[in-house]
């Protein structure tokens, strides 16, 4: 089941001709840095503490657990968890043992999860100790095979699941390891990994997640960021979201560099955190940023050891990233990419402030770009287009759904979901989502380009931009605003600043409602934009009701005075 039917052998022989691919999964890293440099610090999760030595070790035993549950060769087992040490060497584990591990959010719900049962064949599912855990359990039992197995992390006391961490508690000899998983691994090219992605439906498709594509993004990274040994990178988010699956899983291993976890993202907690590991690369999304700079005791941490700041899910306002710059001391690097891509651009810790600032950086090494027009035709450099990629950064295709690759790679590249163009310094520059693109009046809107606007606002700390539907228009602009401190943020007010900021009247927003929190996708990365249209809606029907309600009160009121 792991073969990835789009490598194709002229394919994987051009990029191992190159120097992009090899047949290394992120475990051979750690076992190399284990006999390299055995005692070093590998992975710090609260009080736990990893040497390469002992982190391997765990690995092999966890592996052997999988093997011994009866667990078959490309068997898939879903990882459902928040972010610890057991998980990340469970994942490990899984390559080493030849398991496909399905990376599932933690905070997929009984409907996610019930429509990855009915399409993936599970032959089991890690779950944490969470108020939901049960309730989660009893969906996947439902609808796995006969084999399927349950599994717990973190003390979970779910009926019936086998608890992994007594695995580290068995004693093996390396004789006897050796003997059990030989043969097991994973081939070079195979899919260790399947990325769950909601796409534009909401329903989950699977993606093949290739060790060969990630580790050769990895690579670049490495070079953009000056990574070596010395480093210490914490993952702020779940270690199976993008940037963070690529910085932590696939780049640092392969220059022996510290990792560092959080299971929650607290400010403070992450100020501390950097303090005592003396953390030189911080990987966030941009709402926890936001978070980060709004937290009152910011300023009483000692940050200075940081000197990069990893952000991505989505384009970090010029006017934050340069805050961040400038509280923390350290250089901004933003990416670009898709779960179904892989990785497509990044910006170097050398590239000019307004690319590192503004910008997404180059594409990766070895990506041939086209933008086009909606014709499909493409355009000179500079011009605005549909971003259009091919490469050695490129995953697999959609796992056991052929159809969806092949129309997905209909024209030999892949089919981003944004615009932008290339400058004629070859630096890449996104303009806004092909889906989220509001259309006024036969107008394009680009959201992000009012966001940015509308958080130079003094009073706004997060916004977002959707187009609600309009009889009239096709759609309108609305935005959602979470305001600073409680103060109370009014449309006129974001208008007047619009106006002040030279941004064209057709592209304010024409509604307005203000928020405590924007909604996050199911990975924490980005604005949920379908759940903010969701909540627009309702509050159009809420206001709708309301008015029509006081409307029937002033009626029935001159009705009484009239019979008075």
Not at 370 to 392: E, H, K, L, Q, S
Request: glycine fraction near 8%; aromatic fraction near 6%; proline fraction near 5%.
């Amino acid at each position: 089941m792991a073969r990835v039917q789009r490598y194709t052998q002229q394919l994987v022989a051009g990029y191992e001709r190159d120097g992009h691919w090899n047949g290394a999964y992120p475990v051979d890293f750690w076992e190399s840095n284990a006999l390299r440099d055995p005692h070093r610090d590998a992975l710090v999760f609260g009080a736990q503490r990893y040497t390469w030595k002992t982190a391997v070790e765990a690995i092999h035993k966890l592996a052997m657990g999988l093997v011994s549950c009866g667990l078959r060769r490309n068997d898939v087992i879903a990882l459902q968890a928040p972010n610890s040490a057991a998980l990340m060497l469970l994942r490990l584990a899984a390559e080493k043992a030849g398991v496909v591990a399905l990376l599932v959010p933690p905070t997929f719900s009984r409907a996610e999860v019930g429509a990855i049962t009915e399409r993936l064949p599970l032959a089991g599912a890690v779950l944490s100790e969470r108020a939901r855990a049960q309730d989660l359990a009893n969906v996947y039992r439902a609808g796995a095979r006969e084999s399927f197995a349950l599994f717990s992390i973190g003390g979970s006391s779910i009926p019936g699941a086998c608890d992994i961490e007594s695995w580290l508690d068995v004693p093996y000899s390396a004789t006897e390891a050796g003997r059990v998983l030989d043969g097991r691994r994973l081939q070079p090219y195979e899919y260790a990994a399947i990325i769950t992605t909601s796409g534009t439906t909401g329903i989950p498709r699977f993606v093949e997640h290739t060790a060969c594509a990630r580790n050769a993004s990895g690579r670049v990274y490495i070079d953009r960021l000056q990574l070596t040994h010395n480093d210490v990178v914490v993952g702020m988010v779940s270690i199976f979201a993008g940037n963070c699956d690529l910085l932590v899983h696939h780049t640092a291993p392969q220059v022996g560099a510290r990792i560092v976890l959080v299971d929650h993202f607290d400010p403070q907690l992450a100020c501390r955190l950097i303090e005592s590991e003396r953390a030189t690369c911080a990987v966030f999304v941009p709402t926890l940023l936001h978070r980060l700079l709004a937290y009152d005791g910011l300023r009483r941490h000692d940050l200075s050891s940081l000197r990069v700041v990893t952000s991505f899910g989505a384009i970090l306002a010029p006017g934050i990233a340069a805050e961040v710059e400038r509280i923390l001391g350290a250089k901004v690097i933003q990416g670009y990419g898709a779960s179904d891509y892989g990785s497509l651009a990044s910006a170097a810790i050398d590239d000019p402030d307004r690319v590192r600032l503004t910008g997404v950086g180059r594409p990766l090494t070895g990506t041939e770009l086209r933008i086009c027009d909606a014709n499909g035709v493409a355009v000179p450099a500079g011009t605005p287009g549909r971003i259009f990629a091919r490469g050695p950064h490129c995953v697999g295709g959609f796992v056991q759904d052929t159809a969806a690759t092949e129309q997905a790679w209909a024209t030999g590249y892949y089919a981003m979901g944004d615009f932008g163009h290339l400058d004629q310094d070859g630096y890449l520059w996104l303009s806004g989502r092909v889906r989220e693109l509001v259309i006024r009046g036969g107008q394009n809107i680009v959201p992000g380009e009012v966001e940015d606007a509308i958080l130079a606002h003094p009073h706004v700390a997060e916004a977002a931009v959707i187009g609600v539907p309009d009889a009239e228009m096709g759609e309108r602009v609305c935005a959602a605003v979470v305001p600073r401190d409680g103060v109370r943020v009014t449309l006129e007010s974001i208008t007047a600043h619009l106006s002040e900021r030279g941004l064209a009247r057709f592209k304010h927003p024409e509604r307005l409602f203000l928020i405590d929190a924007l909604p996050l996708n199911p990975a924490a990365t980005k604005v949920d934009k379908r759940a903010l249209l969701e909540m627009a809606l309702g509050k159009e029907i809420k206001d709708s009701s309301a008015e029509v309600s006081q409307a029937s009160t002033r009626i029935a009121n001159r009705s009484i005075r009239r019979k008075r």
